[in-house]
Every structure is written in structure tokens, then in C-alpha cells.
Nanobody, 117 residues
Framework: QVRLVESGGGLVQAGGSLRLSCAAS????????MGWFRQAPGKEREFVAA????????DYADSVKGRFTISRDNAKNTVYLQMSRLKPEDTAVYYC??????????WGQGTQVTVSS
């Protein structure tokens, strides 16, 4: 099992920045990628960003490219999502996820991000 704990959410004005953290513990040896997803009220969960466990490759949703950056600290087994130039439409619960095989099977509890206009 992989345990994921997110932190760093909060309320920010449009144009501001936030950094989300996701601490991974447990059976992380076979994790190949980490990702961030979000779910806004009344909408389905959507992909935001992902990066390989070794931090070599990254991928972003078009809606966040150039504004969000995924990174990791190997020593701390922690993945970050730096969010800049936030927009009201970025308001959502943000989830961290880990993938060992073909799909993200491990999820955190989520952290709320609210962007005011």
C-alpha cells in the first residue's frame, strides 16, 4: 500500500500562487509516476499534472501549462505542485495520486484550493 497525504491548499486571490505538497509513504518502491488531479463542484475529476517517480518526465493538462509545475524531493518522498497565476476556474479539491502499473491506484484525501476573483 502507498499512503499519500496532501497539504498546502487554501484561499488565494486570482493571480496568486500556492504550493501543494504530497508526502508518500509505505510501499513506494514500485511507484513509477505521481500525479495531481482536481475535482470542481459538479464536475468530474480531471488530470492536472504528472511526473515520473524519478522526475525525468512531466506532463500537464493544457489548462495549466505554463502556470503549474510538478516537482519532487527524493529525500523526502514528497511531490509538489507549484501553482502560479491562479484563476477562479482553478478552484477545486486537488488530489495526489501514485501509479505502479497502468493506472493511478493510490489516492490522497484531497486538499481544497479556492481562488477568489
Amino acid at each position: 500500500q502507498v499512503r499519500l497525504v496532501e497539504s498546502g491548499g487554501g484561499l488565494v486571490q486570482a493571480g496568486g500562487s500556492l504550493r501543494l505538497s504530497c508526502a508518500a509513504s509505505g510501499s513506494t518502491f514500485y511507484v513509477v509516476a505521481m500525479g495531481w488531479f482536481r475535482q470542481a463542484p459538479g464536475k468530474e475529476r480531471e488530470f492536472v499534472a504528472a511526473g515520473s517517480w524519478r522526475g525525468i518526465t512531466t506532463d500537464y493538462a493544457d489548462s495549466v501549462k505554463g502556470r503549474f509545475t510538478i516537482s519532487r524531493d527524493n529525500a523526502k518522498n514528497t511531490v509538489y505542485l507549484q501553482m502560479s497565476r491562479l484563476k477562479p476556474e482553478d478552484t477545486a479539491v486537488y488530489y495526489c495520486a501514485a501509479r505502479k502499473g497502468g493506472s493511478f491506484d493510490y489516492w490522497g484525501q484531497g486538499t481544497q484550493v479556492t481562488v477568489s476573483s
